[in-house]
């Protein structure tokens, strides 16, 4: 039924499943600048030929020399204006593609490796191991972690610490419920956004509204409804209305549907929800990698006796001459607990094994080595769990059926 | 991969603004120099007035002239002026395009590679444990710096627990007790400190001071579980101060060293006597050969290069698991794993899907995702064991533990060698059984 292939080779193809994010997010950004480019041309296209054609027209009627040089100093002026913000955005374009060069350079690397037991892949994926815990510290808002780890281990370019922090700025100003810094995002990325349901926005300018019916500020309530809520009438309905009824019910009401508009909870879900906007409108997966890559190695790893109640070899430390298997070491063992074991078909058994009159089970020649090494007189061994002496008269045996 | 590289490269090259802001240039330009054209002619005009009494109408006269030719110029900027914008257009237009080739060429690469989903997240619930693990990789690592800017980061901001339906939390009372207690972590820099200072002077100062102390400090645990470590710190020390300490080819101090060696090993050995004779006895017999020690049966002791990296990696390992810890950071090797097990993962998740089927998340993999570790690393396997089941005759407890290796490693002659059978003993001997 097995096909047993024992094989270290690297199939490098099937090994970008984490790296997906990697090369989205610098060509999300090269996409949002160029469509910051691309907005301010248009604005500028539009502004400057009207302002020609009107000064042309107006110059034709009569208009003096001074105040038709003046106009095109004005358009001038405009274009250069134009200029300069498409020069910081091309020297941004440039870095970016930088950005993307270098890491189409790094997965390349990986095409170059034969073999899972290479030494240049301990090296690669060290350097995955410090990108997804950068980009753990950085969704979990440790900013300053996550800068100090990538610049010791110079893989700023590999990671980014910017957008995650900014994300991080935008969320926390949510938190301290202030709207202003998450609604200037939304118009930073209007042009990006219209792809995606919008639902943000509505939302932010809903919580607007409602923290001005907290206040009492009816009037002022209304009329912010009538520019920004009213529009959205055909996509949330339900909750335009409900917006308007909220105009008759204060905020310490018991009935549910409007103390549930007035409660606090709704700035925590605010933030959650710009920040799952945030990450999909730059492909970032929702949970961290992370999390996705340690719940499959702690799976595969995993074996029934790492939470056995009965004392394993691996966990004794003190009693053997075994490295600690990882998931019993100390950082993962709990982690490790709700996950499931890894599948295994087949035993993988020392030569020749013996049993202990205590049960314990050991190859031959290892335990005999291993109590020799002890320094016990030939004729004795050691269980290398237990400690306890036998007599090697007393070992027997074990045929596996 | 290499597409993906060529159609980048593309982009760089094609899809850039420089051109657009070429043309931004030439638009003002164009711009410019009608302005000039009419500032000079009214400068002109204004400048070659002649006496007074011309003024008034020479005024009007190049006014009304003025004012025709800054017309006429006007009229012929609104062409140029549009066409220069077009050609703008157009320069985005090519980097829009570049972009959707480039998008394209990603979307082609990552086609069966979806982003593993995490409808089953086991972790999201623990960020305290998985903040834990980090410290301690971190301190493990020697990171102190990175470590102590952490632990100050998740004190202040301590993580949220993501609780859903999906996210089974059955330890929850444990969770609290476990955040980073930072009594414990402070304890646990000092002790990978006290790792790294000892390290350092083995490795760079080949000061083995430092090592013996603490291996003579925890003597008895190494003696029981079955380390030479204690001994072969010794020996080494032995071998170099016999060599000529830090001037190996100075004669002078080579005399001094074996003098100091011998000395040396008059005072230290006799404790050892007991269980490492033979290696003793191998040592005052190689003092035979001393003027010609690189020629006698003695050469791998004394002339070996990579003695002082194994000892290290051998203090390492002993280091880590006295203090209950693995020698390799187990958040290294569970994620190298996982990367590795994730393709056979993802496709089992496929299948499930497909047929509508879910595992018990709790229990076994129904899939063997190919992983066992080598004797040396890891645990012998078998299927059908489980927790609860009493450990009758044959337990699960199969693995004999590594014995001390620094005897096959004596093979190896150069680091590479050295470090890639390290690798191996990660990802050793990975078995790939579809089963499904």
């Known amino acids: ?401 | 991969m290499e597409a993906l590289l060529e159609e980048h490269e593309k982009l760089c090259r094609k899809g850039n603004l420089s051109k657009s802001v070429e043309d931004v240039q030439k638009t003002i330009d164009l711009l410019v120099k009608a302005r000039d054209s009419i500032a000079a002619s009214t400068y002109l005009m204004l400048f070659s007035l002649g006496p007074v009494g011309k003024e008034l109408l020479t005024y009007a006269h190049c006014h009304l002239q003025d004012q025709n030719s800054a017309s006429v110029t006007l009229a012929k900027l609104q062409n140029p002026v549009k066409q220069s914008f077009e050609a703008v257009n157009s320069d985005l237009k090519d980097v829009y395009k570049g972009l959707g080739n480039y998008s394209k060429a990603l979307d082609k690469k990552f086609k069966d590679k979806p982003l593993p989903t995490t409808d089953y997240d086991a972790l999201s619930s623990h960020p305290a444990l998985i903040n834990r693990a980090i410290a301690m990789h971190l301190l493990r690592e020697g990171q102190f710096s990175v470590a102590s800017t952490f632990l100050t980061d998740a004190t202040n901001n301590p993580p949220r627990p993501v609780i859903s339906s999906s996210t089974p939390n059955p330890h929850a009372n444990i969770e609290v007790d476990l955040g980073i207690d930072s009594l414990k972590s402070e304890s646990l820099r000092k002790q990978f400190a006290n790792m790294y200072h000892i390290l350092h002077e083995l490795k760079n100062q080949k000061n083995l001071l430092p090592a013996i102390a603490w291996a003579r400090e925890k003597s008895d645990a190494l003696e029981t579980r079955g380390s030479n470590l204690e001994f072969e710190l010794s020996k080494l020390q032995f071998v170099w101060l016999f060599t000529g300490g830090s001037n190996p080819n100075d004669a002078r101090s080579l005399y001094l060293g074996q003098q100091q060696a011998l000395g040396y090993a008059r005072r230290e050995f006799a404790h050892f006597q007991g269980r490492y004779l033979r290696e003793i006895q191998q040592l005052s017999g190689a003092m035979a050969f001393c003027p010609n020690l690189a020629q006698s049966p003695y050469r791998r002791i004394f002339h070996n290069d990579d003695a002082w990296e194994d000892l290290a990696n051998v203090f390492t390992r002993e280091f880590c698991s006295l203090l209950g810890l693995s020698a390799d950071s187990p958040l290294y090797i569970a994620t190298t794993a996982g990367a590795i097990a994730l393709p056979t993962l993802l496709k089992l998740q496929t299948i499930m899907k497909e047929k509508r089927t879910e595992w018990t998340t709790q229990h076994e993999l129904p899939v063997s995702t190919a992983f066992y570790s080598s004797l040396q690393k890891g645990p012998l396997i078998f299927p059908g064991g489980n927790t609860s089941s009493a450990r009758v005759s044959l337990s699960l407890d199969l693995r004999l533990p590594s014995v001390e290796r620094t005897d096959d490693r004596r093979e190896s002659t150069n680091d590479d060698a050295l470090r890639a059978r390290r690798c191996a003993g990660i990802v050793s001997e990975i078995e790939q059984r579809v089963t499904i």
């Not at chain 1, 933030?271 to 999390?291: D, G, I, M, N, W």
Request: aromatic letters at 6%; one cysteine or more.
């Open chain 1, 1 to 401: 039924m097995t096909a047993e292939l024992t094989t270290t080779k690297l199939n490098a193809e099937s090994h970008l499943l984490l790296d997906q994010p990697l090369l989205r997010l610098p060509h999300e950004l090269a996409r949002k600048n160029f469509k910051t480019v691309q907005k301010h041309v248009e604005r500028e296209n539009k502004d400057v030929l009207s302002a020609l054609k009107s000064t042309a027209n107006a110059s034709l009627a009569g208009q003096d020399a001074p105040k038709t040089v003046a106009s095109l100093e004005n358009m001038i002026h405009r274009l250069q204006g134009l200029k300069r913000k498409m020069e910081t955005l091309h020297g941004e374009e440039k870095a970016l593609h930088q950005a993307s060069r270098k890491r189409i350079q790094h997965l390349q690397d990986l095409y170059e490796i034969p073999s899972l037991a290479d030494v240049k892949y301990d090296e690669w994926s060290r350097v995955r191991l410090n990108r997804l815990l950068v980009d753990y510290l950085l969704r979990c808002g440790y900013g300053e972690s996550a800068k100090a780890l990538a610049r010791e281990k110079g893989i700023e370019e590999l990671v980014d610490l910017e957008v995650f922090m900014q994300c991080h700025r935008v969320e926390q100003s949510l938190r301290r419920r202030s709207t202003q810094e998450c609604l200037a995002w939304c118009a930073e990325h209007r042009p990006m956004m219209k792809k995606l349901d919008n639902r943000l926005e509505f939302e932010l300018r809903l919580q607007q509204y409602i923290e001005l019916r907290r206040n009492r500020q009816l009037v002022e309530a209304r009329q912010h409804a009538q520019k920004y809520l009213t529009q959205h009438a055909g996509t949330y309905l339900e909750e335009v209305n409900r917006a308007a009824g909220l105009l008759a019910y204060p905020p310490d009401t018991h009935v549910r549907e409007y103390s549930k508009l007035y409660s606090d909870s709704r700035w925590d879900d605010l933030a959650k929800l710009f920040v799952t906007t945030h990450h999909e409108l730059f492909s970032l997966p929702p949970r961290p990698l992370l999390h996705i890559a340690l719940s499959a190695g702690l799976s595969a790893l995993k074996t029934p006796s790492c939470h056995s109640k009965h004392a394993s070899s691996t966990a004794n430390a003190s009693s053997t001459t075994t490295s600690v298997c990882p998931i019993c070491s100390t950082e993962l063992n709990d982690l490790a607990r709700n996950l499931p074991y890894a599948h295994h078909t087949k035993s993988y058994v020392e030569n020749d094994p013996v049993v202990l009159p205590n049960g314990r089970v050991y190859g031959r020649d290892r335990l005999l080595e291993m109590s020799e090494k002890v320094g016990l007189d030939a004729g004795q061994v050691k269980d290398p769990t237990t400690s306890i002496i036998y007599p090697a008269s007393e070992i027997r045996k074990v045929y596996i059926s």
